[in-house]
């Protein structure tokens, strides 16, 4: 069963904007912190950007602070990533996240704490 979709994924020129979608069928959806993961060839994984569950709380890799956006929507089920001025260095597969937890405030940054995943939306910035 995928619980996980990514979409919005593409090409883009440097200075450019996407959005990424992912929609969930977690259930209950505000028992979801959601996050996003990205990777590209020969680097780590990496942690960019988590909601709590109840979208007080959020969390950004230093990398993208005030350029990417993260944001949920309870009625639909769906977890966004806002991306503005895009880098060549933003070029990864970005991964959808889901991670149940007790705290409402709590947004996980590490992988091991999120057990769901989607497939992955490849995003590509050319300069």
């Known amino acids: 069963q995928v619980l996980l979709v990514e979409s919005g994924g593409g090409s883009v020129q440097a200075g450019g904007s996407l959005r990424l979608s992912c929609a969930a069928s977690?259930?209950?959806?505000?028992?979801?912190?959601m996050g996003w993961f990205r990777q590209s060839p020969g680097k780590e994984r990496e942690f960019v950007a988590g909601i709590s569950r109840y979208s007080s709380r959020t969390d950004y890799a230093d990398s993208v602070k005030g350029r990417f956006t993260i944001s949920k929507d309870y009625n639909t089920r769906m977890a966004y990533l806002q991306m503005s001025d895009l880098r060549p260095e933003d070029t990864a597969v970005y991964y959808c996240v889901g991670s149940r937890t007790q705290s409402t405030a709590s947004v996980p940054t590490t992988g091991e704490n999120y057990a769901y995943w989607g497939q992955g939306t490849q995003v590509t910035v050319s300069s």
């Open positions: 977690l259930s209950p959806f505000s028992d979801y912190a």
